[in-house]
């Protein structure tokens, strides 16, 4: 009978180890937390049963699932389009060098600088309260994320490679999607997880400018009411979806194409 490798057993003990600290500060700050606000009115600071019932009503509630849904379908949509937009814009300069000024010296640094508070604003004074406000001023903000990686993948691509299609073929579209995007793969995965990130980070903040629906909508009447337990329970729904997206989504594309860069079964 073989000996368990010595090894092995030692990254199984590491592991272990790690995940018991990590649970073990999560209940340290749970406890720490449920210290603070017994000794605190519920408005200011809330206790965490109170903010765990309202967040399982979040997700249970037809009214406040409804407020969930238009969050996250919101978010999905802006970042397949900030992903679509980085992606052609990065694509133009190879296709046409003489957009290469353009889009990194012109477009690139604009988007990068432009305040996400000015983006917010014009939305509200172009378009009034609506979805398109709220989708508009994500995908103004994470459009630049998706360019700037998408950039940097075209220049680590094997130009030997794309050359020796290019010899095969002259159709560039079929060179396009049998050997370029396969080889970019990776980095669209990257751009999708920053993209994925940076939104959550926003789409409260641009739904309290420009939307009478979804997560930063349920903010806004929290605020009014000094209701601290509905504003807790919102930001933690937002990390579980959050969390629930990456674990299913993002994680197995970036494991799928960090070990395989083409993409191919």
């Excluded at 060098?97 to 640094?109: G, M, S």
Aim: charged share 15%; glycine share 6%; hydrophobic share 55%.
């Amino acid at each position: 009978m073989a000996r368990p490798d010595k090894t092995s057993q030692a990254g199984v003990r590491s592991v272990a180890l790690a995940r018991l600290f990590g649970e073990g500060l999560v209940v340290t700050c749970i406890l720490f937390w449920w210290l603070l606000a017994r000794n605190m009115p519920d408005f200011v600071m809330p206790g965490p049963w109170p903010v765990a019932v309202r967040l399982a009503e979040l997700f249970s509630d037809p009214g406040y699932l409804a407020h969930v849904a238009t969050t996250s379908l919101r978010l999905i949509f802006a970042v397949i389009l900030s992903v679509l937009i980085g992606t052609v814009l990065a694509f133009l300069p190879v296709w046409m060098p003489a957009t290469d000024v353009i889009v990194h010296e012109r477009i690139k640094p604009f988007l990068n600088s432009f305040p996400s508070v000015g983006w917010a604003i014009l939305a509200v004074i172009w378009f009034g309260p609506s979805h398109l406000t709220v989708i508009f001023i994500m995908v103004m903000i994470l459009t630049p994320f998706c360019l700037v990686n998408v950039s940097e993948g075209l220049k680590e691509l094997d130009q030997e490679v794309i050359e020796m299609a290019n010899s095969f073929t002259r159709r560039r579209v079929r060179v396009l999607f049998k050997v370029t995007l396969p080889l970019l793969t990776p980095y669209l995965v990257s751009a999708l997880r920053i993209a994925y990130g940076v939104g959550w980070k926003i789409a409260l903040v641009a739904e309290l400018f420009g939307t009478e629906s979804g997560l930063g909508y349920l903010l806004q009447q929290a605020q009014t009411v000094a209701d601290a337990t509905t504003v807790f329970a919102t930001c933690l729904a937002i990390v579980v979806i959050f969390s629930v997206g990456e674990k299913l989504v993002i994680d197995p594309l970036s494991r799928r194409y960090s070990a395989n860069p083409g993409g191919a079964g």
